[in-house]
């Protein structure tokens, strides 16, 4: 893509599957260092507008900038996209973080598993390095799956429902990587319902409905979410 793009910006996308639109005309960008988060009712094309702005979905129509490239962005799936049945350590699913810089089969060097060790301890799993990835709680497993985000040390990360059905704690605890992540100039962009969450820590939101209902400051785009709700309530 250009050197000129900063960030991600998008002219006119659509995505969907099966020859049926379900995000329409997205326009905008999203700029670096930005904390976004993407709100709208089930069916809205949150994870679908991911997905596609990952490239793991084609594009129906428009298309994408993005600086760096896509091999940049670190992704978050919703957790019941995982299978944790999978017979592997802590350790070992933290390192997978490192594929994009050591490669599928090279050993992690020393440098790399003592990047692997301080994420685990910065998610507060210390000591559980080496448990399987099945003996944890929910909410263990999401702070597992955010530390492998901080080994891919991506300049862009997009998160989807990263905080559903965990506790208080692992929630605070998550937050604060993410502002730290914001406050180091990162980009992040996080599918959300909690709107209370949204308002307390997201400074910009995406409000989608199948389009663009606003993008910008957190106050006026949920209050266009609401008022299209309030209309079609209507």
């Not at 129906?60 to 017979?87: H, K, M």
């Amino acid at each position: 893509m250009g050197a000129a793009v900063n960030g991600l910006v998008l002219h006119g996308v659509s995505l969907g599957y099966r020859g049926r639109d379900v995000v329409t005309g997205v326009t905008g960008r999203f700029p670096p260092g930005s904390l976004v988060a993407v709100v709208g009712p089930n069916g809205a094309g949150k994870t679908t507008l991911l997905k596609g702005l990952l490239g793991l979905l084609p594009l129906r129509r428009g298309r994408i900038e993005c600086a760096p490239p896509r091999a940049s962005l670190a992704y978050l799936a919703q957790a019941s996209e995982v299978d944790r049945g999978f017979p592997v350590t802590v350790e070992d699913f933290v390192a997978m973080g490192l594929w994009q810089q050591v490669g599928g089969l090279r050993a992690v060097s020393p440098q790399g598993g003592e990047r692997v060790r301080r994420a685990i301890a910065d998610v507060g799993l210390q000591g559980r390095e080496g448990a399987w990835i099945g003996e944890l709680s929910g909410g263990q497993f999401q702070r597992v799956r955010f530390a492998r985000l901080l080994v891919q040390d991506a300049p862009i990360v997009l998160l989807d429902e990263p905080f559903a059905g965990i506790d208080a704690p692992t929630q605070a605890d998550l937050l604060r990587l993410v502002a730290g992540w914001h406050a180091q100039g990162r980009t992040v962009i996080a599918v959300l319902h909690d709107l209370a969450l949204v308002r307390a820590h997201f400074p910009q939101t995406l409000a989608l409905d199948g389009r663009v209902l606003a993008w910008g400051d957190t106050a006026q785009a949920l209050a266009a979410l609401t008022g299209a709700t309030e209309a079609v309530a209507a």
